[in-house]
């Protein structure tokens, strides 16, 4: 059973950089094939896709933030972190970090979520 | 990239059929057969309800089934029950090997 929870501050200041952390169970970074991937939405918004992080270290970003992300992974300790600088109040949203399944040929799709963390961007 | 365009809402009485579109690009939804769909309930974390166009992971309902024309994908919703009102979302590789979601549709039981 695949289970990942999210972790950080509930709060940033404008202009501050965010952490998240996003610990997970049931798979392994060291699995070919294994990827994280991190989405967010803003309250009553759609969901954004962020980034993803696969077994290999290939790492891919949302082309309009690409700019302000970085995802990293610590595969001995099933850990993966988001970071964002230079926050803003329209950088307020619930961030999850999910497991995504990438069969080659076949499929690409988020198939387990964490419960999610509510970060608020302000002074 | 663009987000993909779905309608805001749908609504449909109790028992009816109902059908989301999801419109990309050749760069995405027409590009692969990577499409997936997400249920979200208010307050509640998404769910996966189809992967790869039309593939139903254990436990979700039969009632749920997708389809995919051109640049085009569509989720149908058959015998709709009160428990399906909820936000959906599609979602796709694309070419560039990122992801992009749809703006997501408000299901509305009559």
């Known amino acids: 059973q695949i289970t990942l929870k999210e972790s950080g501050p509930t709060l940033v200041k404008p202009t501050q950089t965010l952490t998240l952390s996003c610990s997970f169970s049931?798979?392994?970074?060291?699995?070919?094939?294994?990827?994280v991937g991190w989405i967010r939405q803003p309250p009553g918004k759609a969901l954004e896709w962020l980034a993803l992080?696969?077994?290999?270290?290939?790492?891919y970003y949302s082309p309009s933030l690409k700019s302000r992300l970085t995802i990293t992974k610590d595969t001995s300790k099933n850990l993966v972190f988001l970071t964002m600088i230079n926050m803003d109040p329209v950088d307020t949203a619930t961030y999850y970090c999910?497991?995504?399944?990438?069969?080659?040929?076949?499929?690409?799709?988020?198939?387990?979520w964490g419960q999610g963390t509510l970060v608020t961007v302000s002074s | 990239q663009s987000a993909l365009t779905q309608p805001a809402s749908v609504s449909g009485s109790p028992g009816q059929t109902i059908t989301i579109s999801c419109t990309g690009t050749?760069?995405?939804?027409?590009?692969?057969?990577?499409v997936s769909w997400y249920q979200q309930h208010p307050g509640k974390v998404p769910k996966l309800m189809i992967s790869?166009?039309?593939k139903r992971p254990s436990g979700v309902s039969n009632r749920f089934s997708g389809s995919k024309s051109g640049n085009t994908a569509s989720l149908t919703i058959s015998g709709l029950q009160a428990e399906d009102e909820a936000d959906y979302y599609c979602?796709?590789?694309?070419?560039?090997?990122?992801?992009?979601f749809g703006g997501g549709t408000k299901v509305t039981v009559l």
């Open positions: 790869g166009v039309n």
């Open positions: 049931g798979f392994s970074l060291r699995t070919k094939g294994e990827t």
């Open positions: 992080i696969f077994w290999d270290d290939n790492k």
């Open positions: 999910a497991h995504f399944v990438r069969v080659v040929g076949s499929s690409r799709y988020f198939d387990s």
């Open positions: 050749s760069s995405d939804v027409g590009g692969y057969n990577y």
């Open positions: 979602g796709s590789h694309t070419s560039a090997d990122t992801y992009v």
